[in-house]
């Protein structure tokens, strides 16, 4: 079964720090994996996609196919990307299987 | 665009009676619907996927009696929760896709609706 981790159930950064968001995933073959984020008081919303190779409100994401990883990154953290973050690869069923996610506090 | 509300956002309800949550994609047909659960201060764990017109296809260990989903329209999907407990009481939530490579995969989500019985 395929299976995501994100180590850091919390994490706490100073504004204008980097910011770096682990995501480790099982998966055999070629996953398609997303970010998903949920601001305070606000639903589920998609963040990024690695197929896009987009850069999200500054967060990049780059799948490292050897370390079976997909880490969040920013350079400079702003306060209003406080948030829970999920990292989310999609079975081939496309089912979208959750990490267990991260809360990101942003401090000032 | 792309839209997804949910109905009730909250609903309170005495053991043994059955609850129904509705998740309505406002503004795009969604050929496929999930339902997801919710612990406090937890991930959201996939309960099952429903595509219109057939059957919901369950989760292991989810109660599809317990559960029942109908999808019987492009744009709706209900969830009801039949002879609710208190262990039945946590936090709903839908998403909706329209699917495959055209929709970029990517899930829609509904607001939630928190489920407490007493």
């Known amino acids: 079964a395929q299976r995501v981790t994100q180590p850091e159930k919390l994490l706490s950064v100073f504004k204008g720090a980097p910011v770096e968001l682990k995501c480790n995933y099982s998966?055999?073959?070629?996953?398609?994996l997303f970010w998903y984020v949920q601001y305070s008081r606000q639903r589920l919303q998609l963040l990024l996609r690695?197929?896009s190779r987009e850069s999200i409100k500054g967060f990049t994401a780059d799948l490292n196919k050897g370390e079976t990883s997909f880490h969040l990154k920013k350079p400079f953290a702003q306060e209003e990307d406080s948030a829970m973050y999920y990292c989310?690869?999609?079975?081939?069923?496309?089912?979208?299987?959750f990490g267990q996610g991260t809360r990101l506090t942003i401090n000032p | 665009g792309a839209v997804v509300s949910q109905h009730p956002s909250w609903v309170i309800c005495k053991s043994g009676t059955s609850v129904k949550i509705e998740c309505r994609s406002l503004?795009?047909?969604?050929?496929?619907m999930f339902w997801y659960r919710q612990f406090p201060k937890q991930s959201l764990m996939l309960m099952a996927t429903?595509?219109?017109?057939?059957?919901?296809?369950?989760e292991q260990g989810v109660e599809k009696d317990k559960f029942l989903i109908n999808h019987a329209s492009l744009t709706l999907s209900t969830l009801t929760v039949t002879s609710a407990h208190p262990e039945d009481s946590s936090f709903y939530i839908c998403?909706?896709?329209?699917?495959?490579?055209?929709?970029?995969?990517?899930?829609?989500f509904g607001p939630g609706t928190r489920l407490t019985v007493l």
């Open positions: 690695h197929i």
């Open positions: 989310a690869p999609l079975q081939v069923s496309q089912k979208l299987v």
């Open positions: 998403s909706a896709t329209w699917g495959g490579l055209a929709g970029g995969n990517e899930q829609f």
């Open positions: 998966y055999s073959g070629s996953p398609e």
């Open positions: 429903s595509n219109e017109g057939s059957k919901a296809t369950y």
């Open positions: 503004d795009f047909q969604a050929t496929t």
